[in-house]
């Protein structure tokens, strides 16, 4: 089993849909969540990171992470076109930047 | 400075060569991880440089690879007799680390080396 798990869709919604991106984890010592987007033939960016449980929004994106039930999740309000790339969830532990992460969901959002 | 810069982007050779990707991170960054990315996959570790120590490797990285970061600046993965299975995206990300548990230690990315073996 593996210790990050993501449904890797693929997903397509229109634009303007609200769009739920999820992942489970295993490893109680993570503490620090992050979802990263990557374009295709282009490296992982960075968009959001949280620390233990609790929810945290940025714009139109929100993460939402629930360590009673290893749950992490990431919201995308009015999504655009623009928002079309692959989610990547990661999580690590308190000791170092080793990052674990998800398969990746494929996203498409069309006009 | 511009983010993390990966030379070449793209390799193709042949099975039984030896390849060598670079990895030049952003200045002020300290840490310095090498990951591989398959079709369909999220990034996998593969290993991780503090300044120019190497502090863990991963299982996947087999006695074909080796990794090094002389004087803590840029990286070299380097992988020798080149299998098919090693055709991947080799993703490097830099970091900086303010010693501790300093917060979410972010990870920045830079575009990848896409390496096929034929």
């Known amino acids: 089993q593996k210790e990050v798990e993501q449904d890797p869709g693929p997903l397509s919604v229109p634009e303007g849909a609200i769009v739920s991106l999820n992942c489970t984890y295993s490893n109680s010592a993570f503490q620090y969540f992050m979802w990263y987007r990557q374009y295709s033939r282009k490296g992982p960016e960075l968009l959001m990171y949280t620390y233990s449980s609790g929810n945290k929004e940025d714009g139109r994106f929100t993460a939402q992470v629930d360590k009673s039930s290893k749950y992490i999740s990431l919201f995308i309000r009015d999504s655009q076109p623009s928002d079309s790339a692959t989610y990547l969830c990661?999580?690590?532990?308190?000791?170092?930047?080793?990052?674990?992460f998800g398969q990746g969901t494929i996203l498409t959002v069309h006009p | 400075d511009t983010g993390v810069s990966q030379d070449p982007r793209h390799k193709i050779t042949k099975r039984g060569q030896n390849v060598t990707f670079r990895c030049d991170p952003i200045s002020e960054h300290n840490r310095l991880y090498w990951y591989r990315q398959t079709l369909g996959q999220g990034p996998e570790f593969l290993t991780y440089?503090?300044?120019?120590?190497?502090?863990?490797k991963s299982r996947l990285l087999s006695d074909r690879f080796s990794a090094e970061r002389p004087k803590g600046s840029f990286s070299t993965l380097e992988i020798q007799r080149t299998e098919q299975g090693d055709s991947a995206m080799y993703l490097c990300a830099s970091s900086l680390d303010l010693g501790r548990d300093s917060g979410a230690n972010v990870l920045t990315f830079g575009a990848g080396s896409r390496l096929t073996v034929l």
């Open positions: 990661a999580s690590r532990g308190t000791s170092y930047g080793k990052l674990t």
């Open positions: 440089f503090q300044n120019e120590a190497q502090l863990e």
